[in-house]
């Protein structure tokens, strides 16, 4: 699994290559032009609203922090 931050999803990456969107909205706050970091990519400027990190947890559950909600969250198998 990754992140997109821009894009506010996770994806999943199956052994096959097969890739999908495993969550979408990790940031699903009213204002999303306030919270979040701005960034240059290129000639645009972008906010990164998505999350930055991810791991497992002893039990296989995904461990998600989302800086732009200032929480981290727990998926559950």
Same mark, same amino acid.
């Given at each position: 699994?990754?992140?997109?931050?821009?894009?506010?999803?996770?994806?999943?990456?199956?052994?096959?290559?097969?890739? $999908?969107?495993?969550?979408?909205n +990790?940031?699903? =706050? #009213?204002?999303? &032009?306030?919270?979040?970091?701005q960034? %240059? $990519?290129?000639?645009?400027?972008? +906010?990164?609203? =998505? #999350?930055?990190? &991810?791991?497992?947890?002893?039990?296989? %559950?995904?461990?998600?922090?989302?800086?732009?909600?200032?929480?981290?969250?727990?998926?559950?198998?």
């Amino acid at each position: 699994m990754f992140s997109d931050l821009t894009a506010n999803v996770i994806y999943k990456r199956m052994p096959d290559g097969v890739l $999908s969107a495993f969550a979408e909205n +990790i940031y699903n =706050g #009213s204002d999303l &032009l306030n919270v979040g970091q701005q960034t %240059r $990519s290129g000639r645009m400027a972008v +906010i990164i609203i =998505g #999350s930055n990190g &991810l791991t497992l947890d002893r039990q296989g %559950r995904l461990v998600v922090c989302s800086p732009a909600g200032r929480v981290v969250m727990r998926i559950e198998k």
